[in-house]
């Protein structure tokens, strides 16, 4: 029953802005850390950005350093990417990933993706 649901994608200039979402049901969002993940054509899926369960501290790829930024809402179950100045090279799936470990165990859920294409 836990799910995510990734909204926000679309196509964009070189140069542009987009603010991607996830929204999250069936399960304690505030005991999770979060992670936006990215997958392009052909390639393997690479960790974009991800962030404690509070909020606290975000850590992000190089590749998208200083033009990214993660946050969290936990009142909305709700996490989401600002993407600025956007490259042909961000085009990607971008999925919604949620992680927690309890008792020794992980739990992980992924969300279906949202499609970001960058071009002119």
């Known amino acids: 029953q836990a799910q995510l649901v990734e909204s926000g994608g679309g196509l964009v200039q070189p140069g542009g802005s987009l603010r991607l979402s996830c929204a999250a049901s069936g399960f304690t969002f505030s005991r999770y850390a979060m992670s936006w993940y990215r997958q392009a054509p052909g390639k393997e899926r690479e960790v974009v950005a991800a962030?404690?369960?509070?909020?606290?501290?975000?850590n992000y790829a190089d590749s998208v350093k200083g033009r990214f930024t993660m946050s969290r809402d936990n009142a909305k179950d709700t996490v989401y990417l600002q993407m600025n100045s956007l490259k042909p090279e961000d085009t990607a799936v971008y999925y919604c990933?949620?992680?927690?470990?309890?008792?020794?165990?992980?739990?992980?859920?992924w969300g279906q993706g949202t499609q970001v294409t960058v071009s002119s």
């Open positions: 962030i404690t369960t509070a909020g606290g501290n975000t």
């Open positions: 990933n949620a992680r927690q470990v309890v008792g020794g165990l992980w739990y992980q859920y």
